[in-house]
């Protein structure tokens, strides 16, 4: 981010550095995402789907309802089942000169390279014309890109798992920001309790021991594991599904911290953070090397290295949790 427009890393915190700017407001990615809490885990295998996914952060629009809140900015969100409303709520704000943050499907997406259903994508608005919107996504997707108004209203209004009903926001900077080092702490409390006391087994540190013990039977899983495995290794390591993306933001933003607080547990969770970054790349690699040889050993050296994440990442937010 840093003032860049040509996009980010992941898609919320791409979108929400463009609503920031326009209000005045420069943070680096990483430190949108950590302020936003964003980091996380989930393993999710339910009935009916191809195959299992690996979330490597919080769900959708959360990060943003968080970050919005530490930050004490207005958020204005709006959800509607009607196409025609739903483009009259982007219209007015981008006819008014704001930029828009919209939730929608990538697969409709005329310049999306995966043509994959993912509802839970994000990209901010700053135009349009008689046929074209003007967007801004990530780096991968192009940055700053156009789709044609058809195909965005299809992405929008798409229902399924984390679809959201046409939904668009805004951010409004009211008056002073708090100051950053104060926001530091508390940021990294929050995402670390969560993390260390998910509610459920298949989420945080859980979640990641969860996959090392089912990952190694992928290759069963899967109904073309040649395609498949290689396919859900490229989503870990470039789109973040549980992969080295956020744990690599993660880091970047650990980093800023320790530059910040002068904090010997900052520093020790961001050189594990480091470590683990690193091991999920490993983990990916693994991945796509049993599907390409239709060889499960690999699985099971990926096993092995995300029960040692798990456990690498516990330490990690242990340290970070007694900011608290």
């Known amino acids: 981010m840093s003032g860049q427009r040509a996009g980010g890393r992941h898609c919320e915190t791409t ?105 839970g994508h994000v990209v ?40 959201a009903r046409n939904r668009s926001f805004t951010l409004t900077r009211a008056g002073r920001l708090p100051e950053l080092r104060e926001l530091l702490a508390p940021a990294l409390a929050e995402c670390a309790a969560a993390f260390l006391n998910p509610p459920i087994a298949n989420l945080g540190h859980r979640g990641i021991d969860r996959a090392a013990g089912l990952v190694p039977g992928w290759l069963t899983r899967a109904d073309d594991p040649a395609v498949r495995l290689p396919q859900a290794a490229l989503m870990m390591e470039l789109a973040g599904t549980g992969g080295a993306l956020f744990r690599n933001l993660y880091r970047d933003f650990l980093a800023e911290c320790a530059g910040l607080l002068d904090d010997a547990r900052v520093r020790t969770a961001h ?33 092995t290295l995300l029960r040692e994440l798990a456990g690498l990442e516990r330490a990690a937010m242990g340290e970070l949790v007694r900011l608290g």
């Open 15 to 119: 979108a929400l550095g463009v609503l920031l700017r326009h209000e005045g407001v420069e943070l680096s990615e990483p430190m949108v995402f950590g302020l936003g809490a964003g980091l996380s885990f989930v393993y999710w295998d339910g009935k009916g789907m191809d195959f299992p996914f690996l979330g490597g952060r919080v769900k959708p629009f959360e990060l943003t309802r968080t970050l919005a809140a530490r930050l004490g900015l207005e958020l204005t969100v709006r959800e509607t089942g009607s196409a025609r409303r739903a483009w009259e709520n982007v219209a007015a704000e981008l006819d008014a000169g704001r930029p828009v943050g919209l939730q929608l499907d990538s697969y409709h997406l005329e310049y999306f390279s995966s043509k994959v259903h993912f509802g």
């Open 124 to 163: 901010a608005m700053r135009g349009y014309d008689a046929h074209d919107a003007r967007l801004v996504d990530t780096a991968q997707q192009g940055g700053e890109v156009t789709t044609s108004l058809v195909s965005l209203a299809a992405a929008r209004s798409e229902r399924g798992p984390m679809n």
């Open 271 to 303: 050189d594990r953070y480091a470590e683990a970054a690193a091991g999920w790349t490993e983990v990916a690699r693994l991945v796509a090397a049993a599907g390409e040889a239709a060889d499960p050993a690999p699985l099971a050296g990926a096993g």
